[in-house]
């Protein structure tokens, strides 16, 4: 196997390793790195017996190839994808499958990207011996996927920005529920002024020299590659077994998920037609309806993880087809769901087909992919299709209990979180205010002694 580079989707300075690129986060330029090349895989160098992990080895490994991470990556898919991503029917639709990812300790698929990041970063050498801090900025989950894989992590500070009001409750009690090397900060803004914030202090030449920084949004390469994996798992089974491709819906925000499944495809695996599926942030449906590219303000909605209006991957998704509009619009198509279709899907599908199974019962972010699914078949489509489901209902209880008139099973490890106290620093949505803030040094250290005495570990 050659040894893969990862360039800049700006184009300029030059290209990175793998692990360089990981450490970085963000390209010099500004830009996302991206692999010069997509590798071509032949199905059948997958072992048809293999855990989600091992799938993971083998899909990465060509993009691994030649770096010092490339002997550990076997242990770090093990360490990070211990859990499964199942793939089940859904009911009432004989050719509809869920695709769930939320069986990770934070209950949404951000744990997969976030735990082999950290698995990677704990490997990479450093040669600064002060801690390196890692920004994450958070529509509601990656905060607490990131601050659960790093927390405890020695030399390593977590900072979690997050939109005040705009997350659920039980996210906003996760994000400030670790305490110890992970900081949560409120910030008086939407998740886009959170980004805008994080860039700004990566691409800070001098507070890099000051503060040692990395990002862990999925503008890291980190997280974006492993998120292929449990497509590349679920559409090799399926072809095993069927011989044909799956299709996906994919709840869709700043496009790390989707891009994965895209990567998948372009990577020569039995993927099909892709949809994204937006909330009523319209960014990216307007873009593949025919207009020019054009970012918006985030609107706030029920499927809060998608109140994204620049989406950061939209880079990626573009070098991907040579920055060829008419491409990429053939590749992939878009639709939105309003608040209404989020609240009318999350009911239908828990009343109509089986009212007493907790598996029918959506999060908002799912069921607006259940719900293009359910427009498809009412025009008529027939094919076999995946809904991927990003977050575990229970996370969301504030919105999906009432509309499905029960209680919400909470999975032990959420249960766990939310029985920690939890706190968040309030802070100004101002690229000057994150600034002092990292500068004026760490003041998280001893934040929940109580947590610590009780010796509770995420
Ligand atoms: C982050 C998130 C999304 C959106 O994923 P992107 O990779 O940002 O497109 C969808 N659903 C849930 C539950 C999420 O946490």
């Known amino acids: 196997m050659s040894t893969p580079r990862y360039a800049s989707t700006r184009g300029r300075g030059p290209a990175a390793g793998i692990g360089s690129a990981i450490a970085a986060g963000l390209a010099p330029d500004g830009g996302l790195y991206v692999p010069e090349k997509l590798p071509q895989l032949d199905p059948s160098i997958f072992d ?3 855990l989600l992990a091992d799938t993971a080895a083998t899909l990465l490994a060509p993009f691994f190839a030649g770096d010092p991470l490339a002997d550990a990556l076997p242990a770090i898919c093990a360490e990070a994808l211990d859990f499964e991503t199942p793939l089940r029917r859904l009911a009432g639709d004989p050719a509809g499958h869920v695709l769930e990812l939320f069986h990770g300790p ?3 698929f951000k744990d997969i990207g976030a735990r082999f990041l950290a698995a990677c970063l704990r490997r990479l050498p450093r040669a600064d011996a002060r801690p390196l801090t890692i920004l994450v900025a958070t529509s509601g989950d990656t905060g607490a996927a990131v601050g659960a894989a790093f927390h405890g992590q020695p030399d390593t500070r977590v900072a979690i920005l997050y939109p005040d009001g705009r997350v659920s409750p039980r996210q906003a009690h996760q994000l400030g529920c670790f305490g110890d090397n992970v900081q949560a900060l409120r910030v008086a803004g939407g998740f886009d002024e959170c980004q805008r914030m994080v860039k700004a202090a990566l691409n800070d030449a001098a507070l890099q020299r000051e503060v ?3 990002s862990a949004n999925s503008i890291s390469l980190g997280r974006l590659l492993p998120q292929m994996s449990y497509y590349a798992h679920a559409a090799l089974a399926w072809w095993r077994e069927h011989g044909s491709s799956l299709n996906f819906v994919v709840p869709t925000g700043n496009l790390g998920n989707a891009l994965a499944c895209l990567w ?8 099909g037609e892709i949809r994204l599926a937006c ?3 319209a960014t990216l449906p307007a873009y593949f309806d025919g207009a020019d590219y054009a970012p918006r303000e985030a ?3 029920l499927a809060n993880a998608m109140d994204v209006g620049a989406p950061s991957n939209f880079e990626r998704l573009r070098w991907t087809f040579g920055g060829d509009d008419v491409a990429l619009r053939r590749a992939l198509c878009a ?3 309003d608040d209404a279709g989020i609240r009318q899907t999350i009911q239908a599908h828990a009343l109509g087909h089986h009212a007493l199974e907790q598996d029918d019962v959506f999060c908002p ?3 607006c992919a259940v719900r293009v699914l359910d427009e498809l078949r009412a025009a008529g489509n027939d094919q076999r299709w995946v809904v991927v489901a990003t977050a575990h209902p229970a996370k969301f209880d504030s919105v999906v209990e009432p509309l499905v008139g029960r209680r919400v099973a909470v999975p032990d490890a959420l249960a766990a979180m939310l029985q920690r106290p939890a706190e968040a620093e309030p802070l100004a949505a101002d690229d000057e205010a994150l600034k002092r803030w990292l500068r004026s040094g760490w003041s998280g250290q001893d934040r929940h002694p109580q947590a610590r005495a009780a010796g509770v570990r995420p």
């Open 106 to 108: 934070t209950a949404a």
């Open 212 to 214: 040692p920084m990395s």
């Open 264 to 271: 998948v495809r372009e990577a020569g695996l039995p993927v």
């Open 279 to 281: 909330n009523a942030n």
């Open 299 to 301: 609107v706030a909605t």
């Open 48 to 50: 048809p017996n293999g």
């Open 335 to 337: 639709e939105g769901v």
């Open 365 to 367: 972010h799912t069921a």
